[in-house]
């Protein structure tokens, strides 16, 4: 009977004897896997259940998705749990979601196919899923293999340059976070050679065709229409070509070509890795592509909203979210059409609105913002002008300057390099877990910002509440004293006492100028600044992905400095000054809830 579950541990062989990549040794690699399935009765012995293929997240080993395999397979369907290669008991080495690690996903699915019998599975209908690397991984494998049907990429990436370096500045703590814990002396992997030179390249902003073409390869985004593309780049990754299933086929169209995979996106708003902004253009890039992809972005850090489901407790309780029974309505509906009248279409976007009282020690309700296409046109964009120091009432976008108009000399404001800021960012990790578990946000003070090194602009005080959600930018007319620099830019809520509540911030470095190189392509990320030596132009700054409430009384505030503690600087020299515009060419722009116009701040 389908609630009666049968279990089996398996060791993979991952290999094709006769190829030419097998006999080199590229591809041998054993892989620990687990299966959950139906245990079919005598009356039941030709029925067939959907698969679902799981693959471990960085570090962790079978036992991570040992709850939901009991929970999916007494729900129907077959469950096969994999650890990718490199990491605990799976042969190989650690090569970051490259082509090897697709390859041996693709053999998994071969498995599928031979066991089908076993374990009562329907190999016509397959998805793939994971939390973190597992998430990324489950899409890239999508890409590769039409046998895959829909994908769930929870706390994933679909772009790794974004992840690591995104706006060209790199993450310093995830850095070192995903060296260490690669390595077998602290974490339970066996990281490649190949992986800790690109991982430093790209943290000093090298972006050279071969680490380009080494982070498109394991780029969901540069996939979605791999096979009008034909084979994807790498520097030191087998070609595509000598790779697949059979050996001369390229990669997949995930998205294009007829097959419109659904993908399931689940990203957390406080996840420094893999960070909300990237999450929804991630979901732009699929959507435009022509697949059907849902979307959830939750308070909390990398998997913090994936966890309480991992470790059994329901949905219904405090630290949890409507998550895990999203994903399996997700599955019902893309692998058990017909098995039950169809429920509503679920929203485009789902986005967790960040509530003061929201703690894991009080019984809240999470409240979702739920949006039926994204971008909403219930979201619009407002503008917060810079206008010298002083405060402006609010403006519509169409009017000109305040009157009167500022003086020349506050039409520009100089920055200074230096680490003291006065803003505060918080311990990393850490603080975002207190601030979303605890409701305890990270503050700063107004009367406590260097004005050497940083500018606070402060707008009027709000007279209502003012709702945020989506992805908030910054657009700086400046110019520097040298070729490479940082903006650093933080949205907060200022309460009349000076206390400034972070509610986004992001980063955006400067490394090289002129146009973008010409191997770029339009999925890649471009970083260049086209401004000649000496010259001033226009830097954006994005900055995280929130959903919020400006109280009544509070008003909106834009930091800036030239210095991120969590990003690697483009450069960290004392001497360097950089001149932004504040007479009308700078703006904040933040997507507001049923509004539009602006303010100067």
């Not at 700054?541 to 009384?553: E, F, H, K, S």
Request: net charge neutral; proline share 8%.
């Amino acid at each position: 009977r389908s609630g009666l579950l049968g279990a089996q541990s398996h060791t993979l062989r991952q290999h094709t004897p006769d190829s030419p990549a097998a006999r080199s040794g590229l591809l041998g690699a054993r892989l620990k896997a687990v299966v959950a399935y139906p245990k079919a009765g005598a009356a039941e012995a030709t029925r067939r259940f959907p698969v679902v293929v799981l693959c471990n997240s960085w570090v962790m080993n079978w036992w991570e998705y040992a709850v939901k395999q009991q929970e999916w397979a007494a729900a129907g369907y077959v469950v096969l749990m994999y650890v990718a290669r490199g990491w605990w008991e799976s042969e190989g080495e650690v090569t970051a979601a490259g082509p090897l690690e697709v390859d041996d996903a693709r053999r998994v699915l071969d498995t599928v196919e031979t066991r089908a019998a076993d374990w009562h599975a329907d190999p016509s209908r397959i998805a793939t899923a994971g939390v973190s690397y597992g998430g990324g991984l489950a899409v890239l494998t999508a890409a590769a293999d039409s046998r895959v049907t829909a994908a769930v990429s929870l706390s994933g990436w679909g772009n790794i340059n974004r992840a690591l370096a995104g706006q060209g500045a790199p993450n310093l703590f995830w850095y070192e976070v995903l060296k260490l814990s690669g390595s077998p002396w602290v974490g339970m992997g066996r990281l490649s050679k190949s992986v800790s030179p690109h991982f430093r390249a790209i943290l000093a902003g090298n972006r050279s065709e071969e680490v380009v073409g080494w982070c498109r390869t394991r780029s969901p985004e540069a996939h979605l229409q791999a096979a009008a593309r034909g084979r994807a780049g790498g520097c030191e990754d087998v070609p595509w070509t000598r790779l697949g299933r059979v050996l001369d086929v390229s990669p997949q169209d995930l998205c294009g070509g007829g097959r419109a995979t659904p993908v399931l996106l689940s990203n957390n708003a406080e996840d420094r890795l893999f960070a909300p902004d990237a999450a929804l253009l991630y979901r732009q890039a699929l959507h435009g592509a022509g697949c059907r992809v849902e979307t959830m972005i939750h308070e909390g850090i990398h998997a913090m909203a994936e966890l309480p489901g991992m470790l059994g407790f329901s949905d219904a309780v405090a630290t949890s979210s409507p998550l895990w029974s999203r994903v399996l309505a997700f599955l019902d509906a893309n692998l058990k059409p017909g098995a039950a009248p169809p429920p509503p279409p679920p929203p485009a976007l789902s986005f967790q609105l960040r509530q003061p009282e929201a703690s894991v020690f009080k019984n809240y309700v999470p409240v979702y913002l739920d949006f039926d296409s994204w971008p909403s046109p219930r979201v619009q964009p407002s503008s917060y002008r810079l206008r010298g120091d002083a405060l402006a009432p609010p403006q519509a976008r169409d009017v000109a300057a305040p009157s009167p108009p500022p003086k020349a000399e506050e039409c520009t404001r100089r920055l200074a390099y230096g680490p003291d800021t006065g803003f505060s960012g918080g311990v990393p990790l850490l603080s975002p877990f207190v601030s979303a578990a605890a409701g305890v946000q990270i503050k700063s003070y107004r009367r406590a910002i260097n004005s050497s090194s940083a500018a606070l602009f402060v707008a009027p005080p709000q007279a209502a509440p003012l709702r945020v959600c989506g992805i908030p930018n910054a657009t700086f007319h400046a110019s520097s004293s040298m070729d490479r620099f940082q903006l650093a830019a933080r949205v907060f809520s200022m309460a009349p006492n000076g206390e400034l509540e972070l509610l986004s911030f992001g980063a955006r470095d400067v490394w090289h100028r002129g146009p973008d190189p010409p191997y770029l392509r339009p999925d890649d990320v471009r970083d260049n600044w086209d401004v000649p030596a000496g010259g001033a132009g226009e830097v954006v700054v994005r900055m995280a992905a929130l959903c919020t409430d400006v109280p009544a009384g509070n008003a909106v505030a834009l930091g800036l400095s030239l210095h991120d503690p969590t990003r690697a600087a483009a450069n960290s020299d004392v001497a360097l000054r950089v001149d932004v515009g504040c007479c009308g060419a700078s703006a904040l722009w933040l997507p507001v809830v049923g509004a539009s116009g602006g303010a100067a701040l």
